[in-house]
């Protein structure tokens, strides 16, 4: 006969190995984000204040021409970073899908930048875009003498470092959704599709990339999520200069609260940074629900 102890055990053991983890989050997470939102209501400036001033962050925020550089660049970081990041993702899965010979190393080759930190990435780059050091000076070297790319120094073209090492970390993990989506799509189709004397271009045009729709979607919600909390990757690259030209929501975060010390205006830049994930990602959640729900 068992004894009652042990038979209550055997019931909440789940609850009580789950319960630390559940009270971290709870803290750590959810109580941290509460307190964030509280302090962008005051005047905290090096320490915080807990006596509600109403709006005043948020108005000094968005009168602030530093913030709307930062978000400015996050539209146009983000825009060209998801666009190009899903293009030749989808061009490399698409190349791969053809069944050649290399897959394997090649498939290895484009997602090793994965497995390299943002700060790696960014330092790495840094050294290529280089006007002194990097490909600027190895043309001139080859005796090109007018050949020139200075935009890591250039205010006006700096941000599209940014781009080109973002999508160089990312595109090999988009080809790898991709890829599993090409491979899941059922080959009667496409077989029946050939048979019926339709091009290949448009096989993958009007049948297989229009069936990935929920992958796109995937991507896109992941690049999202990269695109807005990018911080290390710019501090390692750009360092958020020239100037504050290549300034992402993220950066200014970072600079107000470690640099002013002025951790109210911190506060109510890292909620906008929440309401832009939201407005993302609870989309998202809500088409999700709905097509379990209804199936």
């Known amino acids: 006969m068992e004894f009652p102890m042990s038979e209550w055990l055997e019931n909440h053991l789940p609850k009580i190995v789950l319960a630390p983890s559940f009270i971290a989050v709870l803290v750590f997470v959810y109580g941290f984000i509460g307190w964030t939102a509280w302090v962008s209501f005051t005047r905290s400036k090096l320490l915080p204040k807990y006596e509600i001033k109403g709006f005043i962050q948020y108005e000094k925020l968005f009168a602030s021409p530093r913030w709307d550089?930062?978000?400015e660049n996050l539209f146009v970081f983000g825009a060209l970073f998801i666009i190009i990041a899903m293009v030749v993702g989808l061009l490399l899965a698409i190349m791969l899908d053809q069944q050649i010979r290399t897959e394997g190393l090649i498939r290895t080759i484009y997602l090793y930048p994965m497995a390299l930190s943002m700060i790696v990435t960014g330092t790495a780059w840094k050294w290529i875009l280089n006007p002194g050091l990097g490909l600027e000076a190895t043309i001139k070297g080859?005796?090109?003498n007018d050949f020139s790319f200075d935009w890591i120094v250039n205010s006006e073209m700096a941000i599209?470092?940014?781009v080109l090492a973002a999508v160089w970390q990312s595109s090999g993990f988009?080809?790898?959704l991709f890829l599993a989506g090409?491979?899941?799509v059922d080959g009667e189709i496409i077989k029946a599709a050939q048979v019926d004397g339709i091009p290949t271009w448009r096989i993958y045009t009007a049948i297989i990339i229009p069936s990935m729709a929920p992958i796109f979607l995937s991507a896109f919600i992941v690049l999202s999520h990269l695109a807005i909390k990018s911080f290390d990757l710019v501090?390692?690259?750009?360092?958020g200069g020239p100037g504050y030209s290549t300034d992402l929501p993220a950066t200014y975060m970072y600079a107000m609260a470690f640099s002013r010390g002025d951790i109210g205006q911190a506060a109510s830049?890292?909620?906008i940074m929440m309401l832009v994930v939201f407005t993302i990602v609870v989309p998202y959640l809500?088409?999700?629900l709905r097509t379990k729900n209804d199936g």
């Not at 501090?235 to 360092?239: H, M, R, Y």
């Open 69 to 71: 550089t930062a978000f």
């Open 174 to 176: 988009v080809m790898a």
């Open 160 to 162: 599209y470092t940014i």
């Open 269 to 271: 830049s890292a909620m």
């Open 286 to 288: 809500y088409s999700e």
């Open 182 to 184: 090409l491979r899941s």
């Open 235 to 239: 501090i390692a690259l750009t360092g």
């Open 142 to 144: 080859w005796g090109y």
